[in-house]
């Protein structure tokens, strides 16, 4: 009940982000997610970054909550046939990291007059869009708490998790294997709520072999582990309504904090240090300069970005001189199939003479 509850919900609020709102020329380059006119018009001095529109909504949030097809030549199999299948609340090309690098508010309201308290955290946690990244870099709560229509009171891990139920084979809902692993490693609280209501038992309300484990200290992993085991080899797997790798993630930090309660203070894992067989962070101060240190790459990451953007618009060029003017691309290819023909042609009237 609680995943179909959530759903008009969390419709209504994607709905409403891709319901277009913008004024400025900064928010029609935000819109249109053009990192270069973007760029240029920051540099200009002339825009506040967190200027508003009719709707009372940031550049930041509008180039987050802009429905996009992707229909362009550099994401051909993300849309079949260039049609509009889903709302996509993300930005491409580095958008929102310019805007978040020269001062975006990342903590503000996406809808100040409809939803107080509904912040781009939580756009992005139920979405699933890599734009999360960029905004908890940039200084977003990730434990920020909203209350949806309904009553209940949710975090942006709890939300994802309440949405990852809610959303399945529904092109209305991204990809929390995005947000929820990245919530996690940003340091959202597991068990914001206590033992009542883990995120993992959010996800998926309905009974399954591992319901009673989402009860925090129920089960030891080995315990977890084997209960996946046999309801495989035994035919009757996990419903397919669960996805297991992110109820795991989930269980596997909500039992790290029960069984150690100063959990949030002790768990700084620095993302790519272990792979590089680097140490991990145990100060805070540690943790402040690597943050400072991510904001700045993520920042000089937007000069590629637009590089790429502007090599991308002169390849788009050469191939529009390329082609003759007046044909489309049937006209041209017809062309090329009847030239041979004309050729064989004039061969056959010569001989003949």
Not at 69 to 96: I, K, Q, W
Not at 201 to 214: D, E, G, I, Y
Not at 271 to 300: E, I, W
Request: charged letters at 20%.
């Amino acid at each position: 009940m609680i995943g179909r509850a959530v759903l008009p919900v969390a419709l209504l609020l994607l709905l409403l982000a891709c319901s277009p709102s913008h004024s400025s020329p900064l928010h029609e380059a935000a819109v249109n997610q053009d990192i270069v006119l973007l760029k240029q018009l920051l540099d200009s001095g002339k825009y506040d970054v967190n200027e508003r529109d009719a709707s009372g909504r940031t550049p930041l949030v509008a180039a987050l909550t802009t429905c996009s097809n992707y229909t362009t030549d550099r994401f051909p199999r993300m849309v079949p046939n260039g049609e509009l299948h889903f709302c996509a609340t993300g930005t491409a090309h580095g958008t929102s990291a310019i805007l978040i690098c020269v001062g975006a508010d990342v903590n503000v309201d996406v809808f100040p007059k409809e939803r107080p308290g509904y912040k781009l955290v939580h756009l992005a946690a139920c979405s699933g869009a890599n734009d999360i990244y960029e905004l908890l870099t940039g200084g977003a709560d990730p434990n920020a708490r909203y209350r949806l229509p309904d009553g209940r009171t949710v975090t942006p891990l709890t939300y994802a998790a309440i949405c990852a139920g809610a959303g399945k084979n529904s092109t209305e809902y991204g990809y929390q294997a995005v947000s929820i692993p990245t919530l996690l490693r940003e340091g959202a609280d597991p068990l914001p709520f206590g033992y009542g209501t883990p995120p993992s038992a959010l996800m998926n309300p309905k009974p399954h072999p591992l319901s009673h484990c989402n009860k925090p200290g129920a089960c030891s992993a080995a315990e977890v582990d084997r209960i996946w085991n046999a309801a495989w080899t035994s035919g009757k797997p996990i419903p397919g309504d669960l996805v297991y790798g992110l109820w795991r993630q989930l269980w596997d930090a909500q039992e790290a904090k029960h069984s150690n309660p100063k959990w949030q203070q002790l768990q700084m894992q620095i993302p790519g240090l272990a792979a590089l067989g680097l140490p991990q962070c145990q100060t805070s101060d540690c943790q402040d300069r690597f943050k400072v240190a991510r904001h700045d790459y993520m920042c000089n990451s937007t000069k590629l970005a637009i590089k790429n953007e502007l090599w991308w618009r002169k390849q788009a060029r050469n191939e529009a001189k390329a082609k003759p003017a007046g044909k489309s691309p049937n006209q041209q290819q017809q062309q090329q199939q009847q030239q041979p023909v004309k050729q064989s042609g004039r061969r056959l009237r010569a001989a003949a003479k």
